[in-house]
């Protein structure tokens, strides 16, 4: 079982050709909404790849919390740890550009009330592997690592959004999956050592005991256990929205670790799930099936 503790948004999703500078206007080409949220995302990716998932968080008592929830019910998600709060339902506002880049702002609402109380829902035990992100209170986050060590489980965490505090919890978690951005932040909060990144995911690995994962983009993976060095490509592809990339690499990679995969071939899975995410517009709704991904990593490299 992945039990997944974390955020669930309604993303408004506008279409501009390229992205504003501050204080610019620019014109839209198109609106659409989808569900969203990072705890909701990796919840459906590692659905879709084939896990049992359990969701723990909180939506708002209004008519976005049934569109937040709809691809969560329809993939057989077990919601019975998600509560209804008099908050809004979290809101993600997206402006992607015809590069397939974005620009984001979470309004968190009802995923503030995701209280250390909520973990009680979670029924977390030996052998599941709980999965992690930071649009929920940190205190939340930091009592849901320190249950699943009790609990015996396996742990990933997603250091998105940045938050600086967290710094002082990553090493907590079995797995840390972070962006460059996040982890180059993260080292100098960390004081990590070593002239490079790699050398400074390794000085992460060798203190904590723990890994370190971090995803470049279109150049793939590179992550760090205490007895090695690993690097994983990404799929050759042209993004057309990359909304939603990290989130699906983060359930695909945590639906490898509870099926047993050994790591290189979790991470080359879930970079693969990833690239794939990026060919479609949105969050929810670009997450590949695991059919998709088989065959995507069956194609000879080009």
């Known amino acids: 079982m992945i039990i997944v503790v974390g955020s669930i948004n309604l993303d408004l999703i506008a279409n501009v050709d390229r992205l504003p500078a501050p204080g610019e206007t620019v014109r839209g080409s198109g609106f659409t909404t989808a569900p969203g949220g990072k705890g909701a995302n990796?919840?459906?990716?590692?659905?879709?790849?084939?896990?049992?998932?359990?969701?723990?968080?909180?939506?708002?008592?209004?008519?976005?919390?049934?569109?937040?929830?709809?691809?969560?019910?329809?993939?057989?998600?077990?919601?019975?740890?998600?509560?209804?709060?008099?908050?809004?339902?979290?809101?993600?506002?997206?402006?992607?550009?015809?590069?397939?880049?974005?620009?984001?702002?979470?309004?968190?609402?009802?995923?503030?009330?995701?209280?250390?109380?909520?973990?009680?829902?979670?029924?977390?035990?030996?052998a599941d592997v709980v999965l992690l992100q930071q649009e929920i209170p940190l205190q939340t986050v930091e009592a849901a690592l320190d249950a699943a060590r009790a609990a015996g489980a396996v742990t990933v965490l997603n250091t998105a959004p940045f938050r600086a505090e967290a710094a002082a919890f990553l090493g907590k978690a079995d797995h840390v999956v972070a962006n460059e951005t996040e982890f180059d932040l993260y080292g100098e909060a960390l004081?990590?050592?070593?002239?490079?990144?790699?050398?400074r995911m390794r000085d992460y690995a060798g203190k904590t005991g723990r890994t370190i994962v971090v995803?470049?983009?279109?150049?793939?993976?590179?992550?760090?256990?205490?007895?090695?060095?690993?690097?994983?490509?990404?799929?050759?592809?042209?993004?057309?929205?990359?909304?939603?990339a990290g989130d699906t690499f983060c359930g695909y990679f945590a639906a490898g670790l509870s099926s047993g995969l050994p790591l290189d071939q979790a991470l080359a899975r879930a970079a693969a799930a990833g690239s794939l995410a990026c060919l479609k517009p949105g969050a929810q709704p670009a997450i590949p099936l695991a059919k998709e991904v088989d065959a995507a990593l069956q194609k000879p490299a080009s």
Not at 191 to 199: Q, T, Y
Not at 216 to 242: C, F, H, K, S, Y
């Open 42 to 126: 990796q919840a459906l990716a590692a659905a879709r790849a084939g896990a049992k998932v359990r969701m723990v968080g909180a939506v708002g008592k209004d008519n976005f919390a049934t569109e937040a929830l709809a691809l969560l019910r329809d993939g057989k998600i077990d919601l019975s740890g998600v509560g209804e709060t008099f908050a809004s339902t979290g809101t993600a506002l997206i402006m992607v550009a015809g590069d397939g880049e974005n620009v984001i702002a979470v309004v968190p609402g009802a995923n503030d009330s995701v209280v250390t109380g909520d973990l009680s829902k979670a029924f977390m035990k030996k």
């Open 191 to 199: 004081s990590l050592s070593g002239r490079d990144r790699p050398a």
């Open 215 to 244: 995803t470049l983009g279109g150049d793939g993976v590179l992550a760090a256990t205490p007895a090695d060095l690993l690097m994983v490509p990404a799929l050759n592809i042209t993004p057309v929205d990359t909304v939603g």
